[in-house]
T-cell receptor
């Protein structure tokens, strides 16, 4: 079935370090891909998205490129900040209609040390 | 932008009682809303898809008689946890889909932390 696999956490980095969180997917169709962020005690916020191969989503210094050949959508940031500490979820949607459900990865907890 | 309000943000209830959680789309109509459950340090598990004016579609393994979902209007869906037990303690999050927004059309509520004692 359709699924999302992302690297297990927690990931702990020092401020200004380079971040990569790996995400790969399995889908029967041609999905759209997302990264969501969840800050402590809050709901999910859409961080970035991509709808087709080679698309690059970007927001707040984060980037992810839709790689169809490797079925991946890795999240990267060149210089992380303490405020980036949160849980990050990779997700896919097969077709964006009112009946589509989002399939989430297991989440990766990121902690940034000052 | 689209805003989804979820209420209450946290609730503590006694075992055996029922708890209702509301999910409202404040500035758009949502024909479809989704209810998720999140265990500590785990991902979100879809419980059910709620369609306005019709019965909810439950995911496999979710007890429909225990988790009652009502989507009576285009801006409100409710999840009622009936006869709650400590194992129902969890973080519940709703999501509403805004038609016409494409893949950016999913907006999440801020979640409800339920603790059953």
């Amino acid at each position: 079935g359709d699924s999302v696999t992302q690297m297990e956490g927690p990931v702990t980095l020092s401020e200004e370090a380079f971040l990569t969180i790996n995400c790969t997917y399995t889908a029967t169709g041609y999905p759209s891909l997302f990264w969501y962020v969840q800050y402590p005690g809050e709901g999910l916020q859409l961080l970035l998205k991509a709808t087709k191969a080679d698309d690059k989503g970007s927001n707040k210094g984060f980037e992810a490129t839709y790689r169809k050949e490797t079925t991946s959508f890795h999240l990267e940031k060149g210089s992380v900040q303490v405020s980036d500490s949160a849980v990050y979820f990779c997700a896919l949607v097969l077709e964006y209609s009112s009946a589509s459900k989002i399939i989430f990865g297991s989440g990766t907890r990121l902690s940034i040390r000052p | 932008g689209a805003v989804v309000s979820q209420h209450p943000s946290w609730v503590i209830c006694k075992s055996g009682t029922s708890v209702k959680i509301e999910c409202r789309s404040l500035d758009f109509q949502a024909t479809t809303m989704f209810w998720y459950r999140q265990f500590p340090k785990q991902s979100l598990m879809l419980m059910a898809t709620s369609n306005e004016g019709s019965k909810a579609t439950y995911e496999q393994g979710v007890e429909k008689d225990k988790f009652l979902i009502n989507h009576a209007s285009l801006t409100l869906s409710t999840l009622t946890v009936t006869s709650a037990h400590p194992e129902d303690s969890s973080f519940y999050i709703c999501s509403a889909y805004r038609v016409g927004e494409g893949i950016g059309g999913y907006t999440f509520g801020s979640g409800t932390r339920l603790t059953v004692v």
